[in-house]
């Protein structure tokens, strides 16, 4: 799954076409899932009516070719339950949704905050990224999760954590989605019994990606072994800066998007855009 980057034009705005052709190129490519406005998607610059553009527009140009997971959480309940309804009525196949940031709730509070999205009856990914959010949903909040709400069907772990991972995994359900957060994790995840990952690195690399993903899937281990060390600088300098910076601007350097990117975001410097450039050099990306 792509944790989609979203294209902006030089004014801010949202570019549907490169958004599109995004689209287009990760379907061809492999991608299973699409997964509009999450981390990677600069969520939390965009408007409410903005963030309904992105993920309708999504829904609408996929066309049921893949499944559309789309983004959908808040630190605020009632904002997360109307987002849940919204991408629900145009037409997601399901939602991913973060633990509630800032606001620093118990594990009751976690608890009680995706009860209240399960109720609007769509498939969701809760998503534990502590590194964002400032706070970890433990593997006993994730276990009742998926024990209890039956619409939560799957956790998004990046906790980095792979003690958490294992605890999440022995003790949910066999179709409960245990996926990895963290692209350079994915592949020791997957064989703890991870289920897949949504991915940053997919958005530069969704073949290369993808396969190593479906080699895991079919126990060819030394094929997915291999993807993975290939990949491994890439994976580590798309976080060389704060997550998009330097995937948008890799995307840029591939002549895939104008990599503008919606403050207080601001562009790479010097030393580690020339870091990136020798890591896209070397996978012959650019």
């Not at 991408?87 to 800032?102: C, N």
């Not at 003790?171 to 064989?191: C, K, Q």
Request: aromatic share 6%; glycine share 8%.
């Amino acid at each position: 799954m792509v944790a989609i980057i979203t294209p902006f034009n030089n004014d801010g705005s949202i570019n549907e076409d490169k958004l599109k052709e995004l689209i287009d190129w990760h379907i061809e490519s492999g991608t299973d899932v699409i997964v509009p406005c999450g981390t990677t998607g600069e969520s939390a610059t965009m408007t409410h009516d903005e963030h309904k553009q992105v993920v309708k527009l999504t829904i609408n140009h996929v066309n049921k070719r893949v499944p559309v997971l789309a983004g959908a959480g808040s630190n605020c309940t009632r904002e997360a339950v109307e987002l849940t309804q919204f991408a629900k009525d145009a037409g997601a196949d399901g939602v991913l949704s973060i633990t509630p940031y800032y606001n620093n709730p118990m594990p009751e509070g976690m608890f009680q905050h995706f009860k209240a999205i399960n109720e609007v009856g769509i498939p969701i990914i809760a998503y534990n990224v502590p590194g964002r959010t400032g706070k970890n949903m433990p593997a006993e909040t994730t276990i009742r999760l998926a024990n209890e709400l039956e619409n939560v069907v799957g956790v998004k772990e990046a906790s980095g954590d792979i003690n958490q991972f294992m605890e999440i995994v022995a003790n949910t359900p066999n179709d409960f989605a245990v996926l990895s957060g963290e692209d350079a994790l994915v592949f020791p995840m997957m064989a703890l019994g991870g289920a897949g990952s949504i991915s940053v690195v997919a958005n530069e690399v969704p073949n290369q990606f993808s396969r190593m993903i479906h080699a895991c899937q079919e126990g060819n281990w030394e094929e997915a072994r291999t993807i993975h060390y290939k990949l491994l600088p890439l994976m580590n300098h798309n976080f060389i800066e704060t997550n998009p910076i330097p995937v948008k601007t890799a995307l840029g350097l591939m002549g895939k998007i104008e990599p503008h990117m919606r403050l207080p975001l601001t562009p790479m410097a010097d030393n580690t855009l020339n870091t990136l450039k020798d890591t896209l050099t070397k996978l012959n990306l650019i």
